[in-house]
Structures are given as structure tokens and as C-alpha cells.
């Protein structure tokens, strides 16, 4: 505790004695004055202490000059220059030299100065979103990939495919493959590249699995933002206008759409239900509060039923029944 005190006392006493030069230790050129080292006085221009810097440079480098104290000398000119070159760091040394009392503010601005980004922060931002962007389609286009490998694998869409290939005139003749020296590996190549094809053009991938699309990216949406607040704005202005000011009945569109949001899909979500589920529900009205009601209660109803059959919900029950939180048991080890 007491050395602390004395270490204290010290770093205080250090500050006070060069604060009176106007110095301050540990900061740009420390206990010697940056002005001093390059031979120039504060009102010289910028010229002058660049041929000055240059001047003692050569003068100093440790090639050319074999003092002792030749690097620490070439270092201290190099450290000069580098305050007084930049106009925003030499008025932070000159603000320094005026007002040495003011500690904390000099260490804070010359310490904000080093650390701060000497890249553009645009530019970061701008590589940030350009990568997340590349790592989006390269993820989208393997998971898609392996979608249409898995479907070549499955019996079902290979038969479909070949079926569509050979009505199509798409896919190759064995007979004519042999006679043009193919080998059984090479025929069997081209037959699945066609088959590949074929079942890329016509399957239809929803969800996670979907083709990609470049204007999906991270980057694009971001350009796209502007058109996309401006439709919905024209969207919503029209909507109100039309059902809330004039009462015109909602046609198929707009009864799919207040479903899908009343039931919490998302467009994907709803596209991949089956067309008869989709017209059961837009049948029921749910964007009518009762209806909303009845039909929440109903699923509510169905759900319990459903685990009220279930083995599994049956033991958790019984678990709970006799081993849950509101049962204190001892046991013994």
C-alpha cells in the first residue's frame, strides 16, 4: 500500500515538473521538444519541416552515422516528423505545449489517435458485407446442390426423370453412346448429367433447399432497401385506401394474404402447405377475430387429443405425477 502511495506521489511529481515545459512524458517526442529535434520553430511551414526531417534523415541514419546513440537519434527524428506532419496531430502537440496542466485530456488524444482505424471505416463495412454476402450464395447454392443429389438418389424422382428425359428426345441412346467408344463409366456419366438437368428444370424446391438467387444477398437487399420501403409504403397506402376507406370485398389474394399472417407464416412457410390446406383455411375467415377464436380453440382441442394418444406424452405425465417439482422425495446413497 505504501509503495503504491510512493509510486503514486511520484508519476505526479514527474507530471508537475515537465508539465512547467509544457511536456509531458510517455507522449510524442516526451521530455524533448518535438520543434527542437527538427531545428524548426512553430510557425514553420510544412515544407520546411519535411526538407528538415529529409536533411537530418540522411544525416542521422544509422548507416551513415556511427554515434552511439545512432538509433535512438534516427528514432527520435522519425518520431518528430511523424507528430508535426499531420495537421491534426500537430495542433494536438501544440494545444499540448500551451495548456500542459490539462494531463488526461493530452494522453486521451494522443492515445484516441494511435488507436483509432486507419482504414476506412466505409470500406470495412463495404468488405464485411461483400464477404457475408459471397458466404450467403456459396451456403445456398451447396445446400441446394445436395437437395437435387439427394433427389437424384430416391427412386421415385430418378424414374420421373428419366421418364421426362426420354419423352423430351434429352437422353442419350446406349446403342449409340457404345458406338462412338464411350465406356460403360462414361455412358453411366451422361446419363446422370441429363437426369441431373432434367430434375434441376423441373423440381420445385421450397424453404432452405430453394435455388439460389444473387438478389437474395446480404448486399443486394441492402441496395434494394430503398425500392422495397418505397413499394410497401404505395402497398399499405393502397390497402387502406381501398378496404378501409371504401370497403371493397378482399379478393383471393388479399384472403391468402391475411391468413398467412393471422396463422404466422411466412410466404415460404405458407407456399409449402398443400393447396387444399391453403383453401381450407382461407374458407374459415380467420382474419375475423371469432373465427380466429373458434379456430384457435379447435387446434387447442386437437392438439390435446393428439397427446392424450401418445406414448410418449402419457409417460412424462406419469413421471411428472410421481417425480415432478411438486413431489419431495429423499433418497439415500
Same mark, same amino acid.
Given at each position: ?8 506521489t511520484?508519476?505526479?511529481i514527474?507530471?508537475? @515538473? ?7 512524458p510517455g507522449?510524442y517526442?516526451?521530455d524533448?521538444?518535438c ?9 514553420? $511551414?510544412? %515544407?520546411?519541416? %519535411?526538407?528538415s ?5 540522411i ?8 554515434g552511439?546513440?545512432?538509433e535512438?537519434?534516427? /528514432?527520435e ?7 508535426? =506532419?499531420?495537421?491534426? $496531430? ?8 500551451d495548456?500542459?496542466e ?7 488524444q494522443?492515445? /484516441? ?8 471505416v466505409?470500406?470495412? +463495412?463495404?468488405?464485411?458485407i461483400?464477404?457475408i454476402? +459471397?458466404? *450467403?450464395y456459396?451456403?445456398?447454392?451447396q &445446400?441446394?446442390? &445436395? ?5 437424384? *438418389? ?7 426423370a428419366k421418364?421426362?428425359a426420354?419423352e423430351t428426345?434429352?437422353f442419350p441412346?446406349?446403342?449409340? #453412346? ?9 455412358i =453411366?456419366?451422361?446419363?446422370?448429367q441429363?437426369? /441431373? /438437368?432434367v +430434375?434441376?428444370?423441373?423440381?420445385? +424446391? ?6 439460389p438467387?444473387l438478389w437474395?444477398?446480404?448486399a ?9 420501403g418505397?413499394h410497401?409504403?404505395?402497398w ?6 381501398? @378496404?378501409? @376507406?371504401?370497403k371493397c ?5 388479399? =384472403?391468402?394474404? #391475411? ?9 415460404n412457410?405458407? *407456399?409449402?402447405?398443400?393447396e387444399t390446406k391453403?383453401?381450407?383455411l382461407?374458407k374459415?375467415?380467420l ?7 373458434v379456430?384457435?380453440?379447435? *387446434?387447442e ?16 405425465r406419469?413421471?411428472? =405425477?410421481?417425480h ?5 422425495t @429423499?433418497?439415500?446413497d
Amino acid at each position: 500500500m505504501v509503495m503504491a502511495v510512493v509510486q503514486l506521489t511520484t508519476f505526479y511529481i514527474v507530471l508537475l @515538473f515537465y508539465g512547467v515545459q509544457g511536456l509531458v512524458p510517455g507522449l510524442y517526442c516526451g521530455d524533448t521538444n518535438c520543434y527542437d529535434v527538427l531545428g524548426v520553430t512553430r510557425d514553420s $511551414e510544412k %515544407s520546411e519541416i %519535411s526538407k528538415s526531417y529529409r536533411r537530418l534523415a540522411i544525416k542521422y541514419h544509422p548507416d551513415r552515422y556511427k554515434g552511439a546513440d545512432a538509433e535512438e537519434k534516427f /528514432r527520435e527524428i522519425a518520431t518528430a516528423y511523424e507528430t508535426l =506532419k499531420n495537421e491534426d $496531430e500537430r495542433s494536438d502537440y501544440d494545444y499540448m505545449l500551451d495548456h500542459p496542466e490539462e494531463y488526461y485530456y493530452h494522453y486521451y488524444q494522443f492515445y /484516441r489517435r494511435r488507436m483509432a482505424p486507419q482504414v476506412d471505416v466505409r470500406i470495412v +463495412i463495404g468488405a464485411v458485407i461483400a464477404i457475408i454476402s +459471397i458466404v *450467403q450464395y456459396v451456403s445456398w447454392y451447396q &445446400s441446394y446442390h &445436395s437437395a437435387i443429389s439427394y433427389a437424384l *438418389q430416391q427412386a421415385r424422382y430418378r424414374t420421373q426423370a428419366k421418364t421426362v428425359a426420354k419423352e423430351t428426345g434429352v437422353f442419350p441412346d446406349d446403342r449409340e #453412346l457404345r458406338k462412338s467408344g464411350l465406356t460403360k463409366d462414361e455412358i =453411366k456419366a451422361e446419363e446422370e448429367q441429363v437426369l /441431373r /438437368r432434367v +430434375i434441376e428444370q423441373n423440381i420445385n +424446391i421450397m424453404g432452405g433447399y430453394r435455388k439460389p438467387h444473387l438478389w437474395d444477398v446480404l448486399a443486394l437487399q441492402l441496395l434494394l432497401c430503398p425500392y422495397y420501403g418505397v413499394h410497401y409504403l404505395a402497398w399499405y397506402v393502397q390497402w387502406v385506401w381501398k @378496404f378501409n @376507406f371504401n370497403k371493397c370485398p378482399y379478393g383471393d389474394e388479399e =384472403k391468402a394474404y #391475411l391468413t398467412r399472417k393471422r396463422v404466422g407464416l411466412t410466404n415460404n412457410q405458407w *407456399q409449402l402447405l398443400e393447396e387444399t390446406k391453403r383453401r381450407d383455411l382461407i374458407k374459415k375467415e380467420l382474419w375475423i377475430n371469432d373465427n380466429w377464436v373458434v379456430y384457435k380453440k379447435q *387446434q387447442e382441442e386437437e392438439t390435446r387429443e393428439k397427446l392424450a394418444q401418445n406414448t410418449r406424452h402419457k409417460q412424462y405425465r406419469r413421471y411428472m =405425477k410421481n417425480h415432478g417439482p411438486s413431489r419431495m422425495t @429423499f433418497h439415500e446413497d
